[in-house]
């Protein structure tokens, strides 16, 4: 089992829709991470959460620490959301390498 | 451009020849990382260096890869004697010191440096 799987890995919805991905991890985390790749491999980096819920626009981020848990949402989705959406956690023994999730490609359609 | 450069983007070599990526990160960064990326798998971490001191190898990192920082600013991977299971999406990114005692800050990405091995 990897320490960080992501719901679901693939997911396709009608611009407008209120979107959540998931991800669930088995370590003790210091932060976790959701970022964004486009295709052609850039990543940008959109939370970085260690408690509570954090928002950016249409997007909202959250995580429950005891349920080793958090969520993605976005709001009034758009076509240009297309993307995949990757959760990384960084454990708490002091390692500095984040594991990531295998990630959840998000399609919007017009 | 003040965000994490890579270069090159794009390297098509042949099995056994030796490649070697660049990494220019953000000036004020002190910590870099290289991660590996495989098509439809999320990026796996190779390595970390706080300055020009390498503290963090992952297994995955054979003897035929060796990363460097030599003056704590751009960093180099090289990969030797290549293999057709060398053939992913290298990424370096970069992070600042982590003022707020969380152990974690805010990485940013370069744009990755595609290696496809023939």
């Known amino acids: 089992k990897n320490e960080v799987e992501q719901s679901p890995q693939n997911l396709t919805a009608q611009e407008g829709e209120f979107i959540t991905i998931n991800c669930s991890y088995s370590?003790?985390?210091?932060?976790l991470h959701w970022l964004q790749q486009h295709p052609g491999g850039g990543i940008v980096s959109l939370f970085m959460?260690?408690?509570g819920k954090k928002k950016h626009g249409r997007l909202i981020a959250t995580i429950n620490i005891q349920e080793k848990h958090s969520s993605l949402h976005i709001t009034a989705s758009h076509p240009r959301d297309s993307a995949v959406y990757i959760c990384?956690?960084?454990?708490?023994?002091?390692?500095?390498?984040?594991?990531f999730g295998q990630g959840t490609r998000l399609t919007i359609n017009p | 451009d003040t965000g994490v450069s890579q270069d090159p983007r794009h390297k098509i070599t042949k099995r056994g020849q030796n490649v070697t990526f660049r990494c220019d990160p953000i000036?004020?960064?002190?910590?870099l990382y290289w991660y590996r990326q495989t098509l439809g798998q999320g990026p796996e971490f190779l390595t970390y260096?706080?300055?020009?001191?390498?503290?963090?190898k992952s297994r995955l990192l054979s003897d035929r890869f060796s990363a460097e920082r030599p003056k704590g600013s751009f960093s180099t991977l090289e990969i030797q004697r290549t293999e057709q299971g060398d053939s992913a999406m290298y990424l370096c990114?970069?992070?600042?010191?982590?003022?707020?005692?969380?152990?974690?800050?805010?990485?940013?990405f370069g744009a990755g440096s595609r290696l496809t091995v023939l």
């Open positions: 990114a970069s992070s600042d010191r982590d003022r707020l005692g969380s152990g974690a800050n805010v990485l940013t």
């Open positions: 370590v003790g985390i210091s932060a």
């Open positions: 000036s004020e960064h002190n910590r």
């Open positions: 959460l260690s408690s």
């Open positions: 260096f706080q300055n020009e001191a390498q503290l963090e």
């Open positions: 990384a956690v960084r454990s708490n023994q002091g390692a500095q390498k984040l594991v």
